[in-house]
């Protein structure tokens, strides 16, 4: 009788590791821009350098450049920007010539309120480098 309690141990654990999961997605919130900063230059500015640092943590921005795969760079950028935000990005060599040969974009920033943001890279394989030029608006 008294071997049987090793399965109401590990009930008892599951139930513990579930309220724990549960309360820890109850108490984070989603991420958001607040719709009072939409005419702040400044938000927009701090989210395209938070994006841009974000991918060059682990080397992938630089990898993608590097492969010219402008299509998933293109797909990073609009999962990573808010709701909202449309960007271009132009990749320059040394030279300040442009690399990329398609456009990186989600649609046309012209004619609105544009905040640039540009972005020294070093790719860490060829050790080249690149000037990356992210250029955001808010969609009206």
């Not at 549960?22 to 719709?35: G, K, Q």
């Not at 989210?47 to 010219?68: I, K, S």
């Amino acid at each position: 009788m008294l071997g049987d309690r090793r399965g109401q141990i590990r009930v008892l654990e599951a139930l513990l590791a579930t309220a724990v999961v549960f309360s820890a997605l109850l108490l984070t919130r989603p991420v958001y821009v607040a719709l009072d900063d939409v005419d702040d230059p400044g938000v927009l500015y701090s989210v395209g350098v938070n994006v841009l640092v974000g991918l060059d943590r682990d080397g992938e921005l630089g990898r993608l450049v590097a492969e010219g795969n402008w299509g998933t760079l293109s797909e990073r950028l609009s999962t990573l920007l808010p709701v909202g935000v449309s960007f271009n990005l132009t990749v320059y060599n040394e030279d300040m010539e442009t690399v990329n040969d398609s456009p990186v974009s989600s649609g046309d920033v012209s004619g609105r309120r544009v905040v640039s943001v540009q972005y020294v890279l070093a790719e860490r394989t060829s050790f080249q480098f690149y000037v990356v030029r992210l250029q955001l608006a808010w969609m009206r």
